[in-house]
């Protein structure tokens, strides 16, 4: 029998104690003993970026580390970009652009785009794709999410910008 | 898709998970970043008894210029070398391969090391090993070796390294003067495994003939190839 561990960890500013087993895989940990299931589980393998979450700000895969791995660490997920009721910034665009349709994959989108904004403010194409190319969407075919990031770099470099600045026509 | 159970350890000195890995021989393996093993076990394809991270270990994320070369510790992360400016200057060939190796959500967690005692036959790493004549100090029971790439990776998934010894740092030599390189693969996806990929180098003299020229093939063997030098016709 093995033993399980100790471990504590701060999500979206909350400290958190957890006993676990060694194999309990960070993602099944916010998912299932701490109830935070915006993260999504995907290809369990580290390719989809579903389960992507922020350590210290960078984006990391949680289902490829383990709990144990992160005791200790600093974690952000989509649970923790805005206070509750509020959309970020970032979520704001990918509603605008229309960047999501499913919305399975978007999580792990945002947290995504938001190291990409942390270190590049006003990134360039070619590393938005870079760092779009870490996450798969089945759905939209990509370039409304390209379209998103750039909407969110704006949105970030002029907070008081209009909400609808890039001319998609708002309804009623 | 879970792991089958398995022991974790978190030594904090090499001393200590080289003990570990010692008296657990062949039922252990070494963790550093995960993005390698960690699929491996998700999928059941890998069944360790106990997982030995390095990450606990003080002092094992460095990157930094030596003598002119690019030397890695065992734990510093593939996004660190790409965020060290010196690389592209010393080893362009090495900082170019970069960001080929998966995406930069899995180069933030991923290693250096850990993608070279890995050793995929489609990894970027091991081929721009090969090619830049790269050192591995590798750590063990009986204390410290120094191994070239050329010795390094034996066939599939497998290298020199002994169940109880440890990728402890690499050491990139810088490229010589007048050295021309090219790096380049096909992949289905940017980012995804490459189906074949080619690392190369060519050096001049000053007198522009040409000294040393070095291809090497990567997804297209058991481990990276070095076909033999190109004669001079």
């Known amino acids: 029998m093995i033993a399980k561990r100790s471990i504590s960890l701060t999500v979206n500013g909350v400290r958190y104690e957890a006993t676990v087993e060694p194999r309990l895989t960070l993602v099944d940990l916010l998912r299932n003993e701490l109830g935070l299931t915006g993260t999504h589980v995907g290809c369990e393998h580290g390719v989809c970026g579903a389960c992507t979450v922020l350590i210290s700000g960078k984006a990391v895969r949680s289902c490829i580390l383990l709990a144990v791995q992160a005791d200790g660490a600093d974690i952000t997920t989509v649970e923790g970009l805005s206070p509750s009721g509020q959309l970020h910034p970032i979520q704001q665009a990918f509603q605008e652009q229309h960047g999501l349709q499913c919305g399975f994959c978007t999580p792990g989108f945002l947290l995504s785009v938001k190291e990409l904004l942390a270190d590049h403010p006003d990134p360039t194409d070619e590393q938005i794709k870079e760092t779009l190319g870490g996450n798969i969407c089945r759905c939209t075919g990509y370039q409304s999410i390209f379209a998103a990031v750039k909407c969110a770099a704006r949105k970030l470099a002029d907070p008081a910008a209009g909400a609808l600045a890039t001319g998609v026509a708002q309804v009623g | 898709m879970k792991p089958a159970p398995f022991d974790y350890a978190a030594p904090t000195s090499l001393d200590e998970a080289v003990e570990l890995l010692a008296a657990n021989e062949g039922e252990s393996k070494v963790l550093a970043g995960g993005q390698s093993l960690m ?142 390189w090219a790096f380049d693969e096909v992949a289905r996806r940017h980012g995804d495994f490459a189906m074949c990929g080619v690392s190369t180098t060519v050096t001049l003299d000053a007198s522009g003939a040409c000294r040393d020229a070095r291809v090497v093939l990567f997804g297209v063997g058991a481990t990276p190839i070095a076909p033999r030098a190109p004669s001079r016709r």
């Open chain 2, 39 to 180: 699929p491996l076990l998700n999928m059941r394809l890998a069944r360790p008894g106990l997982l030995v991270d390095l990450a606990r270990i003080p002092g094992l994320d460095y990157v930094r210029e030596e003598n002119g070369a690019v030397v890695i510790g065992a734990m510093a992360r593939q996004r660190a070398l790409e965020r060290f400016a010196p690389a592209a200057t010393l080893a362009p060939l090495l900082a170019a391969s970069l960001e080929h190796v998966a995406h930069p959500q899995n180069r933030n967690q991923g290693t250096v090391c850990g993608s070279l005692a890995h050793a995929d036959p489609a990894a970027e790493l091991p081929a721009v090993a090969l090619t830049l004549d790269a050192t591995f100090r590798v750590v063990g029971p009986n204390g410290s070796r120094e191994v070239a790439a050329k010795d390094f990776f034996v066939t599939y998934l497998t290298t020199v390294l002994e169940s109880s010894e440890i990728l402890a740092e690499v050491r990139f030599p810088a490229q010589a003067p007048r050295t021309g």
